[in-house]
């Protein structure tokens, strides 16, 4: 289980509290949808989720465990909403994948080719000719799958999907949840999926918590 408890944060000393004594639960193998109004602070719980920021106080725990006793990659990947702001832009797509597996550089590379072609390709999510380019030479809707595919291949207990389907046309929308619900399903993680989207999550989600506002 993924657990957020009595977290508070604010992102400044004098700054209103943006999160304040907040609990979330999510479990292995489950889907459970984030919804509340546009600046309310569903991403910054999902930034303190995975560690990105730190509580003024409260505890992340991950299967029992301090989210900061984890050493390596993180058991909770987080996909933001701007995915340009998480990628070095010197690196090719192929580069920035193969250092999300926990693998050597050289077979890393190898990899990468390989999950894209027998799977991702297969689905129409990455195309393989977008490996060799850099991140600003394709799409936001493109760049969006490719941070996916990113968070998986860290092989998380626990993904939060931050808006991560609001740029993508219907049908590629829902084959990337058809995606996420078979890692569910087949590897049992747990996903936070943040939205205020509620026909979205409607359709995706096990539950829906409606943030809470301080
Ligand atoms: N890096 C930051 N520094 C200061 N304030 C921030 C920062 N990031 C977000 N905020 C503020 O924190 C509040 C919550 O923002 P947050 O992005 O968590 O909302 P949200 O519910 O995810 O919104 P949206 O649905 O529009 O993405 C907003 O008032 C926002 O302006």
Same mark, same amino acid.
């Given at each position: 289980?993924?657990?957020?408890?009595?977290?508070?944060?604010?992102?400044?000393?004098?700054?209103?509290?943006?999160?304040?004594?907040?609990?979330?639960?999510v479990a292995?193998g489950e889907v459970v949808g984030?919804?509340?109004?546009?600046?309310?602070?569903?991403?910054?719980?999902?930034?303190?989720?995975?560690?990105?920021?730190?509580?003024?106080?409260?505890?992340?725990?991950?299967?029992?465990?301090?989210?900061?006793?984890?050493?390596?990659?993180?058991?909770?990947?987080?996909?933001?909403?701007?995915?340009?702001?998480?990628?070095?832009?010197?690196?090719?797509?192929?580069?920035?994948?193969?250092?999300?597996?926990? $693998?050597?550089?050289?077979?890393?590379?190898?990899?990468? @080719? +390989? &999950?894209? %072609?027998?799977?991702? /390709?297969?689905?129409?999510? #990455?195309?393989?000719?977008?490996?060799?380019?850099?991140?600003?030479?394709?799409?936001?809707?493109?760049?969006?799958?490719?941070?996916?595919?990113?968070? $998986?291949?860290?092989?998380?207990?626990?993904?939060?999907? @931050? +808006? &991560?389907? %609001?740029?993508?046309? /219907?049908?590629?929308?829902? #084959?990337?949840?058809?995606?996420?619900e078979?890692?569910v399903k087949?590897?049992?993680?747990g996903v936070l999926a943040?939205?205020?989207?509620?026909?979205?999550l409607e359709q995706v989600a096990d539950r829906i918590v409606?943030?809470?506002?301080?």
């Amino acid at each position: 289980m993924l657990t957020g408890t009595d977290l508070s944060f604010r992102w400044s000393r004098r700054g209103p509290w943006i999160l304040h004594e907040h609990a979330i639960e999510v479990a292995p193998g489950e889907v459970v949808g984030l919804r509340g109004p546009s600046g309310s602070g569903k991403s910054t719980l999902a930034a303190v989720l995975a560690g990105l920021q730190r509580p003024a106080s409260g505890t992340v725990l991950v299967d029992d465990e301090p989210l900061a006793s984890f050493t390596g990659a993180s058991p909770v990947q987080v996909v933001l909403q701007h995915p340009d702001r998480a990628m070095n832009p010197r690196w090719t797509i192929r580069e920035v994948l193969a250092e999300a597996l926990p $693998l050597r550089r050289r077979e890393a590379l190898v990899r990468v @080719d +390989e &999950i894209v %072609a027998e799977d991702w /390709a297969r689905h129409g999510l #990455v195309n393989p000719d977008w490996l060799g380019r850099h991140p600003h030479e394709i799409s936001g809707g493109e760049l969006q799958r490719v941070n996916l595919l990113r968070a $998986l291949c860290a092989e998380p207990r626990y993904l939060l999907a @931050d +808006e &991560i389907s %609001a740029s993508l046309d /219907a049908i590629t929308q829902t #084959v990337l949840w058809h995606r996420i619900e078979h890692e569910v399903k087949s590897r049992r993680i747990g996903v936070l999926a943040v939205s205020h989207d509620s026909a979205l999550l409607e359709q995706v989600a096990d539950r829906i918590v409606d943030f809470r506002t301080p």
